[in-house]
Structures are given as C-alpha cells and as structure tokens.
C-alpha cells in the first residue's frame, strides 16, 4: 500500500487507481425512493465489452418475456448494443434514455430484465459489470486502470441512507468489486480506505 497525503484525490492498488469517494462516501442503494431510475435516466446505455454483448445475445431469448414490446422490436432491429457519441459500446436504449433491458416491479420500481432471469436461475449470466458497479465507472488506459464515482443527483438518496447504515461505498460495493478485480486486490483497498479515514476522519 502507498503512503497517503492529504492533497491526493486517489489511491492505488496495484496497477488501479481509485478516486478517494470510495473511502469518504456513505452509500446504499434505496429503491423505494429512487425506483431505479439509473435504468432509465441519462443519454446512453450502460458500458458493455464486446464479450458482454456476445452474452446478452445468448440470454435473449430468457428475457423477452420481461422486457416491452418496443424494447424487444429496437433490440430485433438494431442488435443489443450500439456505440455511442464518444465511441463507447453501450446498451440500447429507448426514447434516447431508458435501457432496452429494464422491466418494472409493482410501484413501478425499474429492475434489469437481465439480473431477474439469473435471480431467478433462468440463465447463468447476471448483468455487464458497469451495472453492478455502478456508481462507479472504469475507464481502462494502457497502462493503469481508473475507479471513478460517477456523481448523480437521483442517487442522492443513496446517499442518505448510506449514512444512515454508515455503510461506505467500498463496503456497499464489496461482492461488484471483488469479482471485478479478485479478493486479494478488494482486501488491498480495504486496508487502504480504513488506513485513510483513520488519519483524516472524513
């Protein structure tokens, strides 16, 4: 583990850097206040590798009956991801917005098509990473990997109800990444991030 000082905004592990919010943020997703609306908010899908959107392919046929009528029209028309105005892969989405791949719970409560099947042991594939990391975003360069939180206003009560719990979002995050980076690695940044509130108290 390196050494931290005040004036640094990120961590590394290893060869990742991670924004310093994963230690000083409270986090805990509240669905009944947000329904979901990550699902279906912004202007793209969710980041997708091209392994992912192979997968999505394969578990199509388990999820149409979950999915809208539109969403499965789009998705027959124009495949299950597209590449967005700044060149990623991302997931296709409707009215410019909502995933392809979101269905509603009663009260209207957004799921993901895709995690409901695996849940319910209709396939062996859950979801692309970006959506069980979220809100955290990777973005992959050369030579190093970046963890970044993606700050959102309609997680806001996320937020709130972290603080309530004082559940940080390291510890909110434990099982996305640990399967993204490996237990050695998620151990590191536990001892890294208790290290760091343990000098500044954020």
């Not at 000082?5 to 850097?17: A, S």
């Not at 394969?58 to 590449?83: D, F, H, Q, T, W």
């Amino acid at each position: 583990m390196k050494d931290i000082t005040e004036e640094e905004t990120m961590l590394q592990i290893q060869d990742v850097l991670v924004t310093l919010d994963l230690a000083e943020r409270f986090f805990c997703c509240d669905l009944e206040k947000c329904l979901g609306a990550c699902c279906i908010e912004g202007d793209a899908g969710a980041p997708v590798t091209e392994a992912e959107v192979e997968e999505i392919k394969k578990v199509l046929p388990a999820i149409e009956s979950e999915m809208l009528p539109r969403a499965i029209e789009e998705v027959r028309e124009n495949g299950v991801a597209y590449v967005d105005e700044e060149g990623d892969l991302v997931t296709t989405i409707l009215d410019g917005r909502n995933c392809a791949f979101t269905c509603y719970a009663p009260g209207g409560v957004c799921l993901c098509a895709l995690e409901k099947a695996y849940r319910e042991g209709r396939t062996q594939w859950k979801k692309p990473a970006s959506c069980s990391l979220y809100p955290l975003r990777i973005t992959e360069y050369p030579t190093f990997t970046a963890v970044n939180y993606h700050r959102w206003d309609i997680c806001r009560d996320a937020e709130v109800l972290g603080r309530e719990k004082g559940l940080r979002l390291y510890r909110f995050l434990e099982g996305p990444l640990t399967e993204r980076f490996g237990k050695e690695w998620y151990d590191e940044l536990c001892e890294a991030c208790e290290a760091y509130l343990a000098e500044y108290g954020k």
